[in-house]
């Protein structure tokens, strides 16, 4: 079994739409978890950034943490063509100076 | 966020030559610098961490006398890929770390494709 499962995708949604996306991992080490955002050809962006169990909400974005479960997620609100990007979740034991291990990205399409 | 720039963004080499990456960190200093591969659809697998003036560590499976990195100062790393092959052909991207950012985040890179003919 893989440390991150993610859903590659693609995934393709109307302009407006609630989008989710989510991971799974095995590794209950894990207390730090991301979300980035990854344009074509790009280097990854942070978006979200979560310790622990819990909730957390940055405008549009919501990330959610079930560590019981090892299970996190990511809710895009009244998504945009803008969104449309590959987005990794990654987790770490210790925080973003150490080592993250990523999932493999999902890859999503908001279509106007 | 802090800025980091990667130069090449895009380099086509022959099978055997080396190439090399240079990441730098433009606004901060980064008390350490990681280097990640990208296969396409894959994830993003650590290849190695380097902080300043120390010799890198290098992730399981990764063959550190074919990926040379030298950490040569706070704001500047350098990934030498030796006797490229077309299997090292992949999307390199560096990201960048300092205690004095909130959750000591990583700030990555545009990447680097290498293409080896």
């Known amino acids: 079994q893989k440390e991150v499962e993610q859903d590659p995708g693609p995934l393709s949604v109307p302009e407006g739409a609630i989008v989710s996306l989510n991971c799974t991992y095995s590794?209950?080490?894990?207390?730090?978890f991301m979300w980035y955002r990854q344009y074509s050809r790009k280097g990854p962006e942070l978006l979200m950034y979560?310790?622990?169990?819990g909730n957390k909400e940055d405008g549009r974005f919501t990330a959610q943490v079930d560590k019981s479960s090892k299970y996190i997620s990511l809710f895009i609100r009244d998504s945009q063509p803008s969104d449309s990007a590959t987005y990794l979740c990654?987790?770490?034991?210790?925080?973003?100076?150490?080592?993250?291990?990523f999932g493999k990205g999902t890859k999503l399409t908001v279509n106007p | 966020g802090a800025v980091v720039s990667q130069h090449p963004s895009r380099v086509i080499c022959k099978s055997g030559t080396s190439v090399k990456i240079e990441c730098r960190s433009l606004?901060?200093?980064?008390?350490?610098m990681f280097w990640y591969r990208q296969f396409p659809k894959k994830s993003l697998m650590l290849m190695a961490t380097?902080?300043?003036?120390?010799?890198?560590?290098?992730e399981q499976g990764v063959e550190k006398d074919k990926f040379l990195i030298n950490h040569a100062s706070l704001t500047l790393s350098t990934l030498t890929v030796t006797s490229a092959h077309p299997e090292d052909s992949s999307f390199y991207i560096c990201?960048?770390?300092?205690?004095?950012?909130?959750?000591?985040?990583?700030?990555f890179g545009p990447g680097t494709r290498l293409t080896v003919l």
């Open positions: 380097s902080n300043e003036g120390s010799k890198a560590t290098y």
């Open positions: 590794n209950s080490a894990f207390q730090y």
């Open positions: 990201s960048v770390t300092s205690g004095s950012y909130r959750y000591n985040e990583q700030f």
């Open positions: 606004d901060f200093q980064a008390t350490t």
């Open positions: 990654a987790m770490s034991n210790q925080g973003g100076s150490e080592k993250l291990v």
């Open positions: 979560t310790y622990s169990s």
